[in-house]
């Protein structure tokens, strides 16, 4: 068993809370709206994530899920994993629903024919549904300016559902079954796509970036996206111990890593202010995250200088953003 | 009753839209259905109609927007032709069996390629398996009062499935023609609010779209199915009491001039008024044919078609489009296949006309008479005629 | 509560195919997938929390106690909950039947 628990010293996060420096159920929703019996991998990631934006979403919600790992493994007729009510139309368009939803759900409290009560609509999507496929319901949504909507993107970094396929959304360098590693190949050849910069570009009150191994981050955003009216988007990233070819007890520690190295950092775009909670300057090493993952097992060190490179440079990026 | 008006039919629908007071609408543009959604959006800007308008980024949206308004109770409508029919496709197939009563108007196109803008029956017939109930109008007052009368089928709790009305597109959709509309407080005592079985709202969470495996599929198919075919009865229960109210009773296949004939043609859509017309004139010559004109054809009435056509001799199918690798267009193929049970076997022939839009006149109608009277004498004919068509 | 899958007839289902059930996924024990279950050793416990919190198949309870335990009939055994103890407190052991 792997011993590394940094639970207690992660210093990217400066809440209290992700530090568990305090108990921490008595600082959340004890409400489980996500109920066990759901059907996904042995340490799931996506799944800890959905638990989680759930207990900041609360009850008053209404859910567009998109075809994928989360649809297959909570909804299997005649079961339901969902304790709050939830759709599933297609692939493409968890968006586009959502926002049939909030539209639906508007006009009704108008006109009193529901109770006189906020509810928020949710579209749901991996990275395939969101940054690919779902790309233009997507765009969509977000340019109506929807209120009471947000969408979230659980980003597990390729099709899982369908058996590993390459997204958009994944790294550079990982590889797929349809982006594998060979002779001529590294993998992945192309940059991950910036999605939440995507979603930002549509000027929407709120853009966040989050992950399942930071909980409290990740609903302390999730409630910030409730509070900025809509419409708001985050993107979580959401290990996935299947795909990237890690034991399921690692989930939490790649994904703490992908924060730490700076492959994925966490920031928030509110009102199109960029900010950052932790500015990160003493950056672990890339390799740090590629270590152990087997996805990234055929990289060589210049191909992981290359990526630390790239990393860096994104990074200050993001900083010069944040200082705007 | 109300005077005749004069109007273009698109907005004829629009009209129907609103005095059935739907919640939301969520459209995308395309000829030749644009005139109904931008009439509605005006509608809604004026206040006229309190609803809330969704202009989506594509008729795939449109749709799926279509299921989420549906799903949480809002009475829900949208248009669309062609290519657009062909995006929503895979959303079609999905808000059928999960029984969500949207109304749609098809104002029927072709579909490309070539691009063409023009009329057609390409559009709906490619997506004639999708589960939804499927009418086709004639003319404008007819298409008034079928869109009215579609909310009323689709959100009866008999039945909850979606509708498409079909109107051809330019033939019917951009032409003025008069119509007699109905009284507000009429539509309002035929047409309750939408009063659904299931929503979304988390004051009763349900999980709406879930997926079945291959233990359960089946079971879901035969549920849609029944309940797509035991909607017919609502559906002529549903128009005997339209037209008590307005005069105008429609059925799922209707006859004109049949009584002496031996031979009838059989339409689909606006092609009855160029027949009607024909065989009037034929008639005025000597030669005594019909019409019968097929109004349902999802769930196709299947009892009624082969009561009536076990009648005559011959039976002219005139289709507006072509299955391309069968034997003809999909309603003589329909038909054909029905009337291979019927205990009286008419000649079935097949007429392929008016493919995007080409004008077929009078002259032409009484042509697929005599080429089919040509054939039989010759004791052979082709699967299909193409009607018009340059060799 | 919801019959195996196998056993519904097609006039059984719901119209729309509407689960109305919320949560009924519960019926579903996820506990027989694993080959490993998490023993807690509570003189080291110091209830922080953090096994319940990562925990992906809300299988990890508090007892009236105050200490945490895995409900065995949905812990798949994924070893987050010791991997992420901070008192390592949690260690994963061959199930016992």
Same mark, same amino acid.
């Given at each position: 068993?792997?011993?590394?628990?940094?639970?207690?010293?992660?210093?990217?996060?400066?809440?209290?809370?992700?530090?568990?420096?305090?108990?921490?159920?008595?600082?959340?929703?004890?409400?489980?709206?996500?109920?066990?019996?759901?059907?996904?991998?042995?340490?799931?990631?996506?799944?800890?994530?959905?638990?989680?934006?759930?207990?900041?979403?609360?009850?008053?919600?209404?859910?567009?899920?998109?075809?994928?790992?989360?649809?297959?493994?909570?909804?299997?007729?005649?079961? &339901? *994993?969902?304790?709050?009510?939830?759709?599933?139309?297609?692939?493409?368009?968890?968006? +586009? !629903?959502? $926002? @049939?939803?909030? /539209?639906?759900?508007?006009?009704?409290?108008?006109?009193?024919?529901?109770?006189?009560?906020?509810?928020?609509?949710?579209?749901?999507?991996?990275?395939?549904?969101?940054?690919?496929?779902?790309?233009?319901?997507?765009?969509?949504?977000?340019?109506?300016?929807?209120?009471?909507?947000?969408?979230?993107?659980?980003?597990?970094?390729?099709?899982?559902?369908?058996?590993?396929?390459?997204?958009?959304?994944?790294?550079?360098?990982?590889?797929?079954?349809?982006?594998?590693?060979?002779?001529?190949?590294?993998?992945?050849?192309?940059?991950?796509?910036?999605?939440?910069?995507?979603?930002?570009?549509?000027?929407?009150?709120?853009?966040? &970036? *989050?992950?399942?191994?930071?909980?409290?981050?990740?609903?302390?955003?999730?409630?910030? +996206? !409730?509070? $900025? @009216?809509?419409? /708001?988007?985050?993107?979580?990233?959401?290990?996935?111990?299947?795909?990237?070819?890690?034991?399921?007890?690692?989930?939490?520690?790649?994904?703490?890593?992908?924060?730490?190295?700076?492959?994925?950092?966490?920031?928030?775009?509110?009102?199109?202010?960029?900010?950052?909670?932790?500015?990160?300057?003493?950056?672990?090493?890339?390799?740090?995250?590629?270590?152990?993952?087997?996805?990234?097992?055929?990289?060589?060190?210049?191909?992981?200088?290359?990526?630390?490179?790239?990393?860096?440079?994104?990074?200050?990026?993001?900083?010069?953003?944040?200082?705007? | 009753?109300?005077?005749?008006?004069?109007?273009?039919?698109?907005?004829?629908?629009?009209?129907?839209?609103?005095?059935?007071?739907?919640?939301?609408?969520?459209?995308?543009?395309?000829?030749?259905?644009?005139?109904?959604?931008?009439?509605?959006?005006?509608?809604?800007?004026?206040?006229?109609?309190?609803?809330?308008?969704?202009?989506?980024?594509?008729?795939?949206?449109?749709?799926?927007?279509?299921?989420?308004?549906?799903?949480?109770?809002?009475?829900?409508?949208?248009?669309?032709?062609?290519?657009?029919?062909?995006?929503?496709?895979?959303?079609?197939?999905?808000?059928?069996?999960?029984?969500?009563?949207?109304?749609?108007?098809?104002?029927?196109?072709?579909?490309?390629?070539?691009?063409?803008?023009?009329?057609?029956?390409?559009?709906?017939?490619?997506?004639?398996?999708?589960?939804?109930?499927?009418?086709?109008?004639?003319?404008?007052?007819?298409?008034?009062?079928?869109?009215?009368?579609?909310?009323?089928?689709?959100?009866?709790?008999?039945?909850?499935?979606?509708?498409?009305?079909?109107?051809?597109?330019?033939?019917?959709?951009?032409?003025?023609?008069?119509?007699?509309?109905?009284?507000?407080?009429?539509?309002?005592?035929?047409?309750?609010?939408?009063?659904?079985?299931?929503?979304?709202?988390?004051?009763?969470?349900?999980?709406?779209?879930?997926?079945?495996?291959?233990?359960?599929?089946?079971?879901?198919?035969?549920?849609?199915?029944?309940?797509?075919?035991?909607?017919?009865?609502?559906?002529?229960?549903?128009?005997?009491?339209?037209?008590?109210?307005?005069?105008?009773?429609?059925?799922?296949?209707?006859?004109?001039?049949?009584?002496?004939?031996?031979?009838?043609?059989?339409?689909?859509?606006?092609?009855?008024?160029?027949?009607?017309?024909?065989?009037?004139?034929?008639?005025?010559?000597?030669?005594?044919?019909?019409?019968?004109?097929?109004?349902?054809?999802?769930?196709?009435?299947?009892?009624?078609?082969?009561?009536?056509?076990?009648?005559?001799?011959?039976?002219?199918?005139?289709?507006?489009?072509?299955?391309?690798?069968?034997?003809?267009?999909?309603?003589?193929?329909?038909?054909?296949?029905?009337?291979?049970?019927?205990?009286?076997?008419?000649?079935?022939?097949?007429?392929?006309?008016?493919?995007?839009?080409?004008?077929?006149?009078?002259?032409?109608?009484?042509?697929?008479?005599?080429?089919?009277?040509?054939?039989?004498?010759?004791?052979?004919?082709?699967?299909?005629?193409?009607?018009?068509?340059?060799? | 509560?919801?019959?195996?899958?196998?056993?519904?007839?097609?006039?059984?289902?719901?119209?729309?195919?509407?689960?109305?059930?919320?949560?009924?996924?519960?019926?579903?024990?996820?506990?027989?997938?694993?080959?490993?279950?998490?023993?807690?050793?509570?003189?080291?416990?110091?209830?922080?929390?953090?096994?319940?919190?990562?925990?992906?198949?809300?299988?990890?309870?508090?007892?009236?106690?105050?200490?945490?335990?895995?409900?065995?009939?949905?812990?798949?055994?994924?070893?987050?909950?010791?991997?992420?103890?901070?008192?390592?407190?949690?260690?994963?052991?061959?199930?016992?039947?």
């Amino acid at each position: 068993m792997d011993t590394y628990t940094d639970t207690r010293v992660d210093t990217h996060t400066d809440t209290r809370t992700d530090t568990y420096s305090v108990f921490a159920p008595n600082l959340m929703n004890q409400v489980e709206n996500f109920a066990q019996g759901h059907r996904a991998c042995q340490g799931c990631a996506e799944a800890l994530a959905v638990r989680h934006v759930l207990k900041a979403l609360g009850d008053d919600i209404v859910i567009g899920n998109a075809t994928g790992c989360m649809e297959i493994v909570s909804s299997p007729l005649p079961l &339901t *994993a969902w304790r709050v009510p939830w759709i599933h139309v297609a692939f493409e368009n968890a968006a +586009a !629903v959502a $926002s @049939g939803m909030a /539209a639906g759900l508007k006009v009704l409290r108008r006109k009193g024919r529901i109770p006189d009560k906020r509810v928020i609509s949710i579209g749901m999507a991996g990275d395939g549904g969101t940054s690919d496929i779902g790309l233009q319901a997507l765009s969509g949504a977000l340019e109506r300016q929807h209120e009471d909507f947000i969408y979230v993107c659980f980003d597990n970094e390729a099709y899982m559902n369908t058996g590993i396929q390459r997204s958009s959304s994944t790294p550079f360098g990982a590889t797929t079954t349809t982006s594998p590693s060979g002779k001529k190949s590294q993998g992945q050849s192309t940059w991950k796509k910036d999605m939440p910069k995507i979603a930002a570009a549509h000027n929407i009150p709120y853009v966040a &970036t *989050a992950c399942s191994s930071y909980p409290f981050d990740l609903q302390e955003k999730i409630r910030k +996206a !409730v509070d $900025s @009216g809509g419409p /708001a988007y985050i993107h979580c990233l959401s290990v996935c111990p299947t795909g990237w070819r890690i034991p399921s007890h690692l989930s939490i520690k790649y994904g703490k890593l992908a924060v730490q190295t700076g492959i994925f950092p966490l920031y928030e775009v509110e009102d199109g202010v960029y900010r950052m909670k932790k500015k990160n300057a003493k950056r672990r090493p890339v390799t740090e995250y590629f270590k152990g993952q087997g996805r990234f097992r055929h990289l060589t060190e210049d191909d992981i200088q290359s990526i630390q490179e790239r990393v860096d440079a994104e990074y200050e990026k993001l900083l010069k953003l944040t200082e705007m | 009753m109300s005077n005749r008006i004069g109007m273009e039919v698109s907005l004829m629908v629009s009209e129907a839209v609103k005095q059935a007071k739907v919640d939301v609408i969520a459209a995308y543009p395309i000829t030749p259905q644009t005139h109904i959604v931008e009439h509605l959006s005006e509608l809604v800007a004026d206040g006229e109609l309190d609803a809330e308008y969704i202009c989506v980024e594509s008729e795939h949206s449109a749709m799926s927007a279509c299921c989420g308004s549906s799903a949480v109770g809002a009475r829900t409508y949208t248009a669309t032709a062609s290519q657009g029919l062909q995006l929503m496709s895979e959303v079609l197939y999905a808000a059928a069996p999960m029984r969500l009563p949207i109304v749609l108007t098809v104002a029927n196109r072709t579909l490309s390629a070539p691009l063409t803008i023009w009329n057609d029956h390409s559009d709906i017939m490619a997506n004639r398996d999708c589960g939804w109930i499927m009418v086709f109008v004639e003319d404008g007052q007819e298409d008034y009062d079928q869109t009215i009368c579609a909310f009323r089928i689709a959100e009866d709790r008999r039945v909850l499935l979606p509708v498409i009305v079909n109107m051809d597109g330019f033939i019917l959709s951009h032409v003025i023609e008069p119509y007699v509309p109905v009284g507000q407080e009429e539509v309002d005592g035929f047409l309750p609010p939408y009063d659904p079985l299931y929503t979304m709202h988390p004051d009763n969470p349900v999980t709406m779209g879930a997926f079945a495996m291959p233990e359960l599929f089946t079971e879901t198919k035969k549920a849609h199915e029944v309940a797509l075919h035991e909607s017919y009865n609502v559906i002529c229960e549903i128009w005997e009491e339209w037209g008590k109210l307005t005069g105008r009773t429609y059925t799922p296949v209707e006859e004109y001039r049949t009584d002496d004939a031996d031979t009838v043609f059989v339409t689909m859509g606006s092609f009855s008024g160029v027949v009607m017309e024909t065989v009037d004139e034929m008639r005025e010559n000597g030669i005594n044919v019909g019409l019968v004109k097929i109004r349902l054809f999802r769930p196709f009435p299947v009892d009624d078609v082969i009561s009536t056509l076990r009648k005559f001799k011959n039976v002219l199918v005139i289709d507006r489009t072509l299955s391309l690798g069968s034997i003809g267009g999909p309603l003589a193929v329909e038909i054909k296949s029905v009337m291979y049970n019927a205990d009286a076997k008419p000649n079935i022939f097949d007429f392929i006309a008016g493919l995007s839009g080409r004008d077929v006149p009078p002259d032409q109608i009484a042509g697929i008479y005599h080429t089919a009277m040509d054939a039989l004498k010759m004791g052979r004919w082709e699967n299909y005629y193409m009607v018009g068509l340059r060799e | 509560m919801a019959k195996p899958m196998e056993e519904y007839t097609w006039r059984d289902l719901t119209v729309g195919n509407v689960v109305d059930e919320p949560g009924n996924s519960i019926s579903y024990k996820t506990g027989d997938w694993k080959s490993q279950q998490p023993v807690f050793d509570e003189s080291k416990c110091i209830r922080c929390a953090v096994c319940w919190n990562f925990c992906p198949d809300m299988a990890i309870y508090q007892k009236k106690d105050g200490y945490f335990s895995a409900d065995l009939e949905y812990c798949k055994g994924c070893g987050i909950c010791a991997q992420q103890c901070p008192s390592g407190c949690i260690s994963m052991q061959e199930e016992v039947s």
